[in-house]
């Protein structure tokens, strides 16, 4: 039967309900084919997770199907809805490609296994074990993904997967609770003592760079991607803790300040809370990139020193001031401070472990040991703050915001240090 | 070495639905002259009051919870304050956010409006019907995400 102009007004307009459903199907289809016989427990578990949230969206979307009204418009709700739902299925496809490469045939069993027991020697889980998989990534580097916080400030939205409160209490945890109880209501026996009564509470994906699978001498680097997880594990986080925030937080009008110093008076408010919205976020990249150094050095001592040293090395020379416009610490900065806490006698103290050996009767640790001091002492050397930069800046306004941003990692720096060395309940590391 | 996202750091395509539906449900309230119970779906109720919380963290001279998620926040919803009053200083953006969350967190109370409550409710269809374009248009942006090529300078 041949559509009617409005039908057809209709079917141009609105989004199309059908290939979102086929895309929540699909995906579906793709995370069925992730089984216990070809990958691990852990991404299996992941995937159980996705699976219940893909599931309800489908349910969702049946339910905002109308067979008879198959070219209706949709209303402004259910528009939006079809790309919010989709937008959710979007995402959680691209995260497949995390399960699909922690396979053993691309991840080595050893690094998993090595990253299981070194998680489960340090990570605090007082709301259950957490699960972390390892996985190579084309890009030469490494990266940490919240899973966890993802899943609960992206996916799991009360407005768009509940928006009517029929799941109960309507905060992403409960949410997720309540669609693992479901998606495992027709599960075997086995199947549910297997998967647990409740999802994993806290699911991290630590990549690698694949070029580096082989190169054990590489593998402490992970550490630092296993210190962010440590890090994001408390609510709120512990680079977030209110002290470290009370001391790192720039106030906006202190950026107004500045701004107007390089600018001018009246410099329009957008402009100014725009400054102080970037400066306050490179702040806080910076305080987790250092608190994530200071765990892994805690976790890795020496090794993860070297590791990171020679990463580094190979990436770039030391240009870069303390602070990247992005937040990242400079080279010279972050392996300063590493290498700090790996000598300060409260901290590592690895000078100490050297003396230790420093006498023993075989030629062989004695060689090693005085060549350790050695590089160590070079090292002091090569990352002790030199007065004036090389090269003059082409943006004054730029380095004066960097300052202000570099003066709250300052202020915030012993805080970091404290909750590293021992967390508020002393319990870390 | 690398995190990927800022925890609770989210652009504007994540309220995208929930500011559709504030906008089309306060348009029928401003239509209606009055508040009406149980108008708003609670899920996307709840999702408006955390969006307002989250703001007004970082609007008054208190460290949030989470500076970055706040200040992020707060940021849009200035913009948004501002795509009105385009000179509103710090404290304009915080009293009239102030107005607004007073005003949201009272809609389940079915009551007829004074005049000054129908003009803050006015500025929260518009607050939101705001918050709608910007988060589809954040949406089609992340959609099609534009990759910049090795070697490029970006600043």
């Given at each position: 039967?041949?559509?009617?102009?409005?039908?057809?007004?209709?079917?141009?307009?609105?989004?199309?309900?059908?290939?979102v459903?086929?895309?929540?199907?699909?995906?579906?289809?793709?995370?069925?084919?992730?089984?216990?016989?070809?990958?691990?427990s852990?991404a299996?578990?992941?995937?159980?997770?996705?699976?219940?949230?893909?599931?309800?969206?489908?349910?969702?979307?049946?339910?905002?199907?109308a067979?008879?009204?198959?070219?209706?418009?949709?209303d402004?709700?259910?528009?939006?809805?079809t790309?919010?739902?989709?937008?959710?299925?979007?995402?959680?496809?691209?995260?497949?490609?995390?399960?699909?490469?922690?396979?053993?045939?691309?991840?080595?069993?050893?690094?998993?296994?090595?990253?299981?027991l070194?998680?489960?020697?340090?990570?605090p889980?007082?709301?259950?074990?957490?699960?972390?998989?390892?996985?190579?990534?084309w890009?030469?580097?490494?990266?940490?993904?919240?899973?966890?916080?993802i899943?609960?400030?992206?996916?799991?939205?009360?407005?768009?997967?509940?928006?009517?409160?029929?799941?109960?209490?309507?905060?992403p945890?409960?949410?997720?609770l309540?669609?693992?109880?479901?998606?495992?209501?027709?599960?075997?026996?086995?199947?549910?003592?297997?998967?647990?009564?409740?999802p994993?509470?806290?699911?991290?994906?630590?990549s690698?760079?694949?070029?580096?699978?082989?190169d054990?001498?590489?593998?402490?680097?992970?550490?630092?991607?296993l210190?962010?997880?440590?890090?994001?594990?408390?609510?709120?986080?512990?680079?977030?803790?209110?002290?470290?925030?009370?001391?790192?937080?720039?106030?906006?009008?202190?950026?107004?300040k500045?701004?107007?110093?390089?600018?001018?008076?009246?410099?329009?408010?957008?402009?100014?809370?725009?400054?102080?919205k970037?400066?306050?976020?490179?702040?806080?990249?910076?305080?987790?990139?250092?608190?994530?150094d200071?765990?892994?050095?805690?976790?890795?001592?020496?090794?993860?020193?070297?590791?990171?040293?020679?990463?580094?090395?190979?990436?770039?020379?030391?240009?870069?001031?303390?602070?990247?416009?992005?937040?990242?610490?400079?080279?010279?900065?972050?392996?300063?401070?590493?290498?700090?806490?790996?000598?300060?006698?409260?901290?590592?103290?690895?000078r100490?472990?050297?003396?230790q050996?420093?006498?023993?009767?075989?030629?062989?640790v004695?060689?090693?040991?005085?060549g350790?001091?050695?590089y160590?002492s070079?090292?002091?050397?090569?990352?002790?703050?030199?007065?004036?930069?090389?090269?003059?800046?082409?943006?004054?306004?730029?380095?004066?915001?960097?300052?202000?941003?570099?003066?709250?990692?300052d202020?915030?720096?012993?805080?970091?240090?404290k909750?590293?060395?021992?967390?508020?309940s002393?319990?870390?590391? | 070495?690398?995190?990927?996202?800022?925890?609770?750091?989210?652009?504007?395509?994540?309220?995208?639905?929930m500011?559709?539906?504030?906008?089309?449900?306060?348009?029928?309230?401003?239509d209606?002259?009055?508040?009406?119970a149980?108008?708003?779906?609670?899920?996307?109720?709840?999702?408006?009051?955390?969006?307002?919380?989250?703001?007004?963290?970082?609007?008054?001279?208190?460290?949030?919870?989470?500076?970055?998620?706040?200040?992020?926040?707060?940021?849009?919803?200035?913009?948004?304050?501002?795509?009105?009053?385009?000179?509103?200083?710090?404290?304009?953006?915080?009293?009239?956010?102030?107005?607004?969350?007073?005003?949201?967190?009272?809609?389940e109370?079915?009551?007829?409006?004074?005049?000054?409550?129908?003009?803050?409710?006015?500025?929260?269809?518009?607050?939101?019907?705001?918050?709608?374009r910007?988060?589809?248009?954040?949406?089609?942006?992340?959609?099609?995400?534009?990759?910049?090529?090795?070697?490029?300078?970006?600043?």
């Amino acid at each position: 039967m041949p559509l009617d102009a409005a039908q057809i007004t209709s079917l141009a307009a609105s989004p199309s309900l059908g290939a979102v459903t086929y895309q929540a199907a699909s995906l579906l289809r793709q995370l069925a084919r992730i089984n216990d016989q070809e990958y691990l427990s852990e991404a299996c578990q992941i995937k159980e997770a996705f699976e219940c949230i893909a599931e309800h969206v489908l349910d969702q979307l049946w339910e905002m199907h109308a067979p008879d009204q198959l070219f209706e418009a949709l209303d402004d709700s259910d528009f939006s809805r079809t790309q919010a739902l989709g937008r959710i299925i979007h995402q959680l496809h691209s995260f497949l490609r995390y399960l699909w490469a922690s396979s053993p045939r691309q991840s080595p069993p050893g690094i998993q296994s090595a990253l299981k027991l070194l998680t489960k020697l340090h990570f605090p889980c007082p709301n259950g074990d957490p699960i972390c998989l390892v996985r190579p990534q084309w890009k030469y580097n490494l990266t940490y993904v919240p899973m966890t916080a993802i899943l609960r400030s992206n996916v799991l939205l009360p407005s768009v997967l509940d928006p009517n409160g029929t799941l109960g209490p309507s905060d992403p945890d409960s949410m997720l609770l309540e669609l693992w109880r479901r998606h495992l209501t027709d599960a075997s026996e086995d199947e549910r003592k297997k998967l647990g009564a409740a999802p994993p509470p806290h699911v991290a994906i630590l990549s690698f760079a694949g070029l580096d699978t082989d190169d054990t001498l590489s593998y402490p680097l992970l550490a630092h991607e296993l210190g962010h997880f440590i890090d994001l594990s408390p609510l709120p986080p512990l680079s977030s803790s209110p002290n470290v925030n009370n001391a790192a937080l720039i106030p906006e009008e202190e950026v107004r300040k500045v701004l107007e110093q390089y600018r001018g008076p009246n410099v329009p408010a957008r402009d100014v809370t725009a400054s102080h919205k970037a400066t306050v976020d490179r702040v806080f990249v910076a305080l987790r990139e250092i608190m994530a150094d200071l765990l892994a050095t805690r976790m890795m001592g020496f090794g993860y020193f070297a590791a990171h040293s020679e990463f580094l090395k190979i990436l770039a020379a030391w240009p870069q001031p303390t602070l990247t416009p992005s937040g990242y610490p400079g080279i010279k900065y972050r392996l300063g401070l590493v290498l700090e806490h790996l000598l300060d006698p409260d901290g590592c103290d690895f000078r100490s472990f050297l003396k230790q050996h420093a006498a023993a009767s075989e030629p062989v640790v004695r060689t090693i040991v005085e060549g350790l001091d050695l590089y160590l002492s070079s090292w002091e050397k090569r990352v002790a703050p030199v007065a004036t930069p090389s090269v003059a800046s082409t943006s004054p306004l730029g380095d004066a915001l960097n300052q202000l941003a570099v003066a709250a990692v300052d202020k915030a720096h012993g805080e970091i240090v404290k909750l590293a060395k021992g967390g508020p309940s002393g319990t870390l590391l | 070495m690398s995190q990927t996202v800022s925890v609770g750091v989210v652009g504007p395509s994540h309220w995208a639905y929930m500011a559709s539906v504030m906008a089309a449900k306060l348009q029928q309230m401003v239509d209606a002259r009055r508040t009406i119970a149980g108008q708003i779906p609670v899920g996307v109720y709840r999702d408006a009051r955390e969006f307002y919380k989250l703001v007004l963290e970082a609007a008054g001279d208190r460290t949030p919870a989470n500076p970055p998620a706040s200040i992020n926040a707060y940021a849009l919803a200035a913009d948004a304050v501002r795509a009105v009053s385009a000179d509103a200083s710090r404290a304009d953006v915080a009293a009239t956010l102030g107005r607004q969350q007073a005003l949201l967190d009272d809609l389940e109370q079915p009551r007829a409006l004074s005049e000054e409550e129908l003009r803050t409710l006015s500025s929260l269809h518009v607050f939101f019907l705001w918050l709608k374009r910007e988060g589809e248009s954040d949406a089609y942006e992340r959609g099609v995400g534009y990759e910049v090529p090795v070697g490029f300078r970006t600043r």
